[in-house]
């Protein structure tokens, strides 16, 4: 079983990374993992299974040689719409001028193009928008049919093979998973991935067939980059066991000045229901050639944290960044900084809701408040689930969570939850020993010092899930507790 070797690491927000060409050396996943990476990100967008599986093998063997759970999420690539080639190449689109897309295999000009996507033109109404190339241009449909669309050039520029096309005003008749998407899943649920992030969800029906497909092998992140997906924000927030706030894709399909408000909106909608909330996307972006970001992106990562999440990432910062160690160290520098700001915990408090009516989460709110009126040294949670652990970090209390759990799947997937560190071990026999074990691991991970209160919860019988219903406070060096 993996014990508590390491040490705290002293902040709550955790860093996603991602892996690629720059960083996926069994070395560098290292150098990234002291630096401050909590969880590695395998972007299936790009890399063979072979790439892949060599990551997820230096982890688990890092893993071993740390002595701590380590958090691996594999992010599905979705369905890519893209047009087809062109007979040179590329063409340019001049203001005003007409644009056919149609099923027409033939290599495109200046006047059409094919768009080898039937669904699209099922779903396309006059007056949508076409979005090529991350939104570099934009086309607007005029007439349309099942099988073509005339357009009018609005932001005319270089339209090049097999650019992305997006459409922000209709929800596509698209499945939520590709083929690839499938065989890309399977493969990561056979290597025991702990997260499956799902990209481009519109509805909640994408959710729970991924969940069908995954069936419990791993926890499901939705990606919301697109705005269908926001008409539904709560109930696709409901079935997601996190979400992922992916500004690239919804800063193109929606107003660049929408993006901030947006954000903040799915945040708050996640920590209403305890659920986990990443924020994504250029957070640290100069950083791919630079070996220092803006300080736009540096208060861009601040705010993110004053905000509440659970987790912020990077993506070519460390894929195919010439600094990936120095992105997170950065980001791990920003985050603490944040945290041991005065007001970052009032902030916190602010947006805390009123918990829900329900026992456990009685108890776990009663928890935060015990510790904050004792000056604990950390809110300790025995979970076998997770449920507990996500509870009290739901509350964001004002000192570490410490999870001990017997279940090393619990232990990897709470990585990605704010302010938790998780013990894997099966040191519980009978409720009696709770006490002596919080102790010992709380001082073997630096969490707390002779005198120190910890404040306990659990669910009894231990090993049912959901069923939070003690709360107990213990000494570090003393013989004496209370219930």
């Known amino acids: 079983m993996i014990d508590s070797q390491s040490v705290y690491r002293g902040r709550r927000a955790k860093i996603l990374a991602t892996l690629g060409p720059s960083s996926r050396d069994p070395e560098t996943i290292a150098e990234l993992y002291d630096a401050g990476a909590d969880v590695f990100r395998l972007n299936f ?22 002595g701590r759970p380590i958090t691996i999420l594999m992010d599905l690539q979705g369905p890519k719409l893209r047009v087809g080639p062109f007979a040179g190449g590329k063409v340019v689109l001049q203001p005003g001028a007409n644009f056919r897309l149609d099923l027409d295999p033939a290599l495109g000009d200046e ?24 939104g570099h241009l934009r086309l607007h449909v005029k007439t349309c049919g099942k099988d073509f669309a005339e357009t009018e050039v609005i932001i005319a520029g270089v339209i090049s093979d097999r650019k992305g096309v997006n459409v922000p005003d209709v929800t596509l008749p698209i499945p939520a998973m590709t083929e690839k998407d499938k065989a890309d899943l399977a493969f ?23 969940r069908a497909a995954v069936g419990g092998k791993a926890g499901i992140i939705s990606k919301l980059e697109k705005p269908a997906a926001l008409d539904q924000l709560d109930a696709i ?29 799915i945040i708050r ?33 601040a705010t993110a944290v004053y905000d509440g999440v659970d987790a912020v990432m990077l993506s070519a910062e460390t894929a195919s960044g010439l600094f990936p160690v120095r992105a997170v160290a950065t980001m791990h520098r920003i985050i603490k900084h944040v945290e041991g700001d005065e007001h970052y915990l009032a902030l916190m408090q602010a947006g805390q809701g009123e918990p829900e009516h329900s026992s456990p989460a009685a108890i776990t709110a009663a928890a935060r408040q015990i510790a904050h009126t004792l000056g604990a040294a950390a809110i300790v949670t025995f979970t076998s689930s997770g449920s507990t652990t996500l509870r009290a970090a739901q509350e964001r209390p004002d000192v570490p969570v410490l999870c ?31 006490g002596d ?26 090993g049912k899930v959901g069923s939070t219903n003690m709360v107990r406070v213990v000494w570090i060096g003393s013989e004496t507790s209370a219930s």
Do not use: Y
């Open 45 to 66: 967008s790009h890399g063979t299974h072979a790439d892949h599986a060599a990551s997820i093998a230096a982890i688990r063997k890092l893993e071993t040689e740390r």
């Open 111 to 134: 006047k059409r193009v094919c768009l080898p996507h039937p669904e699209i033109f099922a779903a396309l109404t006059p007056g949508s928008a076409l979005l090529v190339d991350d």
């Open 188 to 210: 990561g649920l056979s290597q025991g991935v702990d997260w499956v992030a799902l990209s481009f969800v519109q509805r909640p029906e994408d959710v729970a067939e991924v």
């Open 237 to 265: 927030v409901e079935l997601s066991d996190a979400v992922m706030v992916a500004r690239g894709d919804l800063g193109v399909e929606m107003p660049l000045e929408q993006v901030p408000v947006l954000q903040k909106r």
């Open 269 to 301: 909608s996640c920590r209403k229901r305890g659920k986990p909330v990443v924020v994504a996307t250029q957070m640290l972006d100069s950083m791919i050639k630079s070996p220092v970001p803006t300080r736009a992106e540096a208060s861009d990562v």
């Open 404 to 434: 001990i759990t017997p279940s090393l799947t619990a232990g990897r997937r709470l990585g990605l939850a704010w302010g938790v560190h998780a013990v894997v071990g099966d040191f519980i026999h009978s409720v009696d020993d709770i």
């Open 437 to 462: 074990v919080a102790v010992r691991a709380a001082v073997k991970a630096g969490l707390g010092n002779e005198g120190q209160a910890l404040v306990i919860t659990a669910g009894m019988p231990f």
